[in-house]
């Protein structure tokens, strides 16, 4: 009878354990900003060369990725998507942005953290990019 008794414990605790490992109560967004290069006065930054692109996010638990989006602006689109460009799972987060590899022009770069429960916050920057070649922009 003990060990039956054993056993049934044993079993119970291994799921009750488990239930808990599934039970997810952080409902806190992480916190996201864009390090470099900082925002100019008129919230719009010029890119002449490829750059990095550096992010800090922090959660009350951990980060688990932070994404990089661009979106090219272009005046007669109003709701051209975001296009994923880069995902960063380890801290420091960064982006190596090669600009010769889109227009130039406006652009918005969005960086987007989410934590180990997938709550999400981001941020987002204005540029310009102008890349320096024969070919005027």
């Known amino acids: 009878m003990s060990r039956y008794f054993s056993l049934l414990l044993f ?36 890119l002449t060369d490829n750059t990095i692109i550096d992010v800090e996010a922090y959660d009350n638990e951990s980060i688990h990725r932070v994404e990089f989006y661009i979106k090219k602006s272009f005046p007669i689109c109003f709701a051209c998507p975001d296009t994923l460009v880069y995902t960063d799972f380890d801290a420091p987060f960064s ?40 070919i005027p922009c």
């Open 11 to 46: 079993i119970g605790l291994v799921f009750w354990s488990c239930d808990d490992e599934n039970d997810n109560n952080d409902t806190i967004p992480p916190s996201i900003q864009i390090l470099y290069p900082l925002d100019a006065d008129d919230n719009t930054i010029v």
């Open 95 to 134: 982006f190596y942005w090669d600009i010769y590899d889109f227009e130039c022009g406006k652009h918005t770069l969005k960086a987007i953290a989410y934590d180990s429960s997938d709550n999400s916050s981001s941020a987002l920057n204005h540029y310009i990019l102008d890349q320096v070649i024969n």
